[in-house]
């Protein structure tokens, strides 16, 4: 099938025998894809994408099909490579991104870029939580941009937490409702 989610492959395992009246000779060809089914850190290491502070990076949910979607995508400072939580609120409101640490940081701001256009919901209040603390981050009005695909900036600041780790949690989302290829 095509590996188009919410589809899955209906035949995970391929067996085929036959009998061949004489001997020949074959050769076989075809095509390997990564999973969307596995987490961020197993499709990080086998693509080789690392970062220098941080050894591990992991979402609650991405969005299906797209593996350039991992959480480390929040790292990469590529536009292109996004982290989405998925499809609806049901994958949006409560997602969360970890990341642990090569030793412990202290972190009392971030730097988030979100979808402006008016095709993307947007996460309206984040809890960054580091070392048993949690700091509940109102993020402010983005306004819809024309351009689909757009993101804006902005900057979060609040009392410093510091830890080994470090986990946003988006814990409220302005909605937009939009129809999808599953919907119409």
């Keep these: 099938v095509q ?11 391929l067996i ?13 060809v075809g095509t390997a894809r990564l999973s969307d089914a596995v987490g961020d850190s197993v499709i990080d290491g086998l693509v080789g994408r690392t970062n220098p502070l ?23 400072n590529n536009p292109a490579t996004v ?50 603390v949690t700091r509940t981050v109102a993020i402010p009005p983005i306004p819809v941009t024309a351009a689909p ?10 009392p410093a937490v510091t830890g080994p780790g470090l986990r946003l949690t988006f814990s409220k989302i302005a909605v937009r409702q939009q129809p999808s290829y599953e919907t119409s």
């Excluded at 188009?4 to 492959?9: E, G, I, Q």
């Excluded at 025998?17 to 076989?28: C, H, Y």
């Excluded at 695909?149 to 609040?158: K, Q, Y």
């Design 54 to 76: 941080v050894t591990s990076a992991t979402s609650s949910t991405r969005m299906p099909g797209n593996l350039l979607a991992t959480a480390s995508a929040t790292l990469d």
């Design 3 to 13: 590996p188009v989610p919410p589809r899955s492959d209906p035949e995970p395992a």
């Design 83 to 132: 982290w989405m939580p998925g499809l609806g609120l049901d994958s949006d409101q409560g997602s969360w991104l970890d990341y642990r640490f090569r030793h412990p940081v202290t972190v009392n701001h971030l730097m988030m870029s979100v979808s402006s256009d008016a095709e993307h919901s947007r996460p309206t209040t984040v809890l960054v939580s580091a070392g048993g």
């Design 149 to 158: 695909g757009s993101l804006t900036t902005v900057r979060l600041s609040f």
């Design 16 to 28: 085929r025998q036959f009998r061949l009246p004489t001997a020949r000779t074959f050769s076989l």
